[in-house]
């Protein structure tokens, strides 16, 4: 399937120079919605994961679905404020401004494989800071899911070592 034709670019959202990668224009279309699903899907069949961590709030889209076809538990990264119990945290640098990101401490047990779903990789600063997180909990990283990579920033360098599959490259 071209999913191409399902993402809407959005010029100058949320600020200027920024080309925004609008994927809601995929998900509400239900082929192309679970056509990607089924890709990332394939990839972890059968490869005994314990715990999908989507990060706010595209990766529980994607994120929540895939724990259910997976049988697997779902864990989401959050920002600040918003996971009631004990968390620890990670700052990062974003492709706009800064932000943290959380896990609540009790959501990995050490040894659990993890893999990690967001809607879209740019410079990899939000995935980095989120294996951190995993990794800090003793998490074993299988590997990190997005729809969509922008090429041209480089992210993947910043995840180095990690096994990331993306399916639409800009
Ligand atoms: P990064 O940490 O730079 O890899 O940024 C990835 C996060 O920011 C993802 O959660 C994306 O949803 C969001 N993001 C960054 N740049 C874009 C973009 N051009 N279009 C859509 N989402 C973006």
Do not use: W
Not at 48 to 62: L, N, Q
Not at 74 to 92: H, M, N, S, W
Not at 99 to 116: Q, W, Y
């Amino acid at each position: 399937m071209e999913l191409e034709k399902f993402i809407r670019d959005v010029p100058d959202f949320p600020q200027k120079g920024i080309i925004f990668k609008d994927i809601t224009t995929l998900l509400k279309e239900k082929e192309a919605f679970q056509h990607v699903i089924h890709l990332m899907e394939e990839k972890y069949k059968g490869k005994h994961v314990h715990k999908i961590v989507g990060i706010e709030s595209r990766g529980f889209i994607f994120g929540g679905v895939l724990a259910y076809l997976l049988g697997c538990g779902f864990v989401p990264a959050r920002k600040p404020g918003k996971l009631p119990a004990e968390t620890i945290q990670e700052d990062y640098a974003l492709e706009y401004g800064t932000n943290t990101l959380e896990l609540h401490v009790d959501a990995i047990a050490e040894g659990e494989n993890v893999v990690i779903v967001d809607d879209l990789l740019a410079t990899g600063g939000t995935a980095q800071a989120v294996a951190k997180l995993v990794e800090r909990l003793k998490g074993n990283i299988l590997g990190i899911e997005f729809l969509v990579e922008l090429d041209f920033l480089n992210g993947r360098e910043k995840l180095d070592g990690y096994t990331i599959s993306s399916y639409l490259h800009y």
